[in-house]
């Protein structure tokens, strides 16, 4: 169990990650500079008032970061974490009290 789950409440907590979900794990992302802009371009382009449209200009973001040779993520890390995110939301976040 990752930090992060540990830190959520056990209803909310993935014992196992879904990893078969992400089988181009190994897949390499070449530095490309004109691809990252464009992402982020759309992301902000996107980026409104709503939840919904802060969550996926921020998605657009984090992909774009795989083009960003000065960041370390991966497509598995993307994907559990808009996963995880998501999954959060469906439950009414993450203090439903």
Do not use: C
């Amino acid at each position: 169990m990752s930090e992060e789950d540990a830190e959520l409440p056990e209803e909310l907590r993935d014992e196992e990650p879904d990893w078969e979900m992400s089988p181009d794990s190994d897949a390499a992302f070449d530095p490309d500079a004109d691809r990252r802009e464009l992402l982020r371009d759309v992301a902000e382009d996107v980026y409104g008032d709503s939840s919904e449209s802060r969550q996926l200009s921020a998605i657009l973001y984090r992909v774009s970061d795989l083009y960003d040779p000065d960041e370390d993520t991966s497509p598995e890390e993307i994907y559990l974490n808009v996963r995880h995110i998501m999954d959060i939301k469906a439950k009414g976040g993450l203090r439903t009290e």
